[in-house]
């Protein structure tokens, strides 16, 4: 069962929700230790910013590469094409340990100055448009069109890297990606608003979706039933369950098993010491993970092939 421990990093001064960088490199080690699949980084808490975890996830996995990294970032001041080259590149560097958070909002200054549809606003809608620009951009540079023949001082297959030229409402992306897909074919994406989204437009490009503890109850038949209508298998989609891990880790593992639940998100509270507390209470008793690709780890045991 995939644990991933949920961190805001920024200062912790002001709340319990953040901890700071060196307080995070403590809690990545033993979380490695104990054999949780990865951290979870946050891009706010608690109304405030914490800092950008893309740039924080880089800094640990040069230290804890045995974790993974799932990282929060919304569309709002992120233009596609620059969040799925950072994303990838961070992917490609960890060796299939990367996740994308993807959190629906506004837009961006460069992609709203060519939009196709100015008065295109919804959330959801523009949500959707943008995961499968990043879905195609990932996908531009298949991993086999990156040669390397220094004798024929061949880069790159070039006929086997297409741009996407996607023209949507509320954007226009030409693609390709300049550098190859990673080992796991594209960075997994995980989905924390369903609520926001609903549960058509997640079933239909997530590999996994977090919910609250506390709206768990039909969550499994919600998602098995548009994974149904998406012509897409429930053994797919792993349905995370995220926790603040006070409650006993045997009664945690009945409950998971009986509301379908495929996995944890621990985002416990309170300051370091206590985070690392629950840290090495809960992980060990929910069957750490073992040292595979995010996309193949998140899956049910049933489904152990990565597809497109």
Avoid: C
């Amino acid at each position: 069962m995939s644990v991933l421990i949920e961190l805001a990093v920024g200062d912790p001064r002001a709340d319990t929700r953040h901890v700071s960088l060196a307080d995070a490199e403590t809690i990545a080690e033993i979380a490695q230790e104990l054999g949780a699949k990865g951290l979870r980084l946050v891009d706010r808490a608690d109304g405030r910013i914490a800092l950008d975890p893309s740039v924080v996830g880089s800094s640990l996995a040069g230290r804890y590469g045995g974790l993974a990294y799932a990282i929060d970032a919304p569309t709002t001041r992120n233009a596609p094409y620059n969040l799925a080259r950072r994303v990838l590149s961070f992917d490609r560097a960890t060796e299939r340990g990367v996740g994308l958070v993807l959190r629906p909002g506004t837009g961006d200054e460069v992609s709203d100055a060519v939009a196709p549809d100015p008065q295109a606003t919804e959330p959801a809608e523009r949500w959707s448009e943008y995961v499968d620009i990043l879905t195609a951009l990932w996908e531009s540079f298949p991993r086999e069109a990156l040669l390397g023949d220094q004798e024929a001082a061949v880069v790159a297959d070039d006929a086997r890297i297409r741009p996407i030229n996607h023209d949507g409402r509320f954007y226009r992306v030409a693609g390709p990606l300049d550098g190859p897909a990673s080992a796991q074919g594209r960075p997994a994406v995980l989905v924390a608003d369903t609520a926001a989204l609903g549960w058509e437009r997640v079933a239909a490009v997530a590999d996994a979706v977090i919910v609250d503890e506390a709206d768990i109850a039909g969550a499994d038949g919600a998602l098995t039933a548009a994974l149904e209508a998406a012509g897409r298998s429930r053994a797919d989609v792993a349905l995370l369950a995220r926790i603040d891990g006070s409650g006993d880790p045997v009664r945690l593992q009945q409950w998971a098993s009986e509301s379908g639940v495929d996995g944890f998100v621990l985002a416990p509270t309170g300051d370091p010491a206590s985070i690392v507390d629950v840290v090495r209470r809960v992980v060990p008793a929910l069957a750490p993970s073992t040292r595979t690709p995010l996309r193949v780890a998140l899956r049910r045991p049933e489904s152990t092939e990565v597809g497109a």
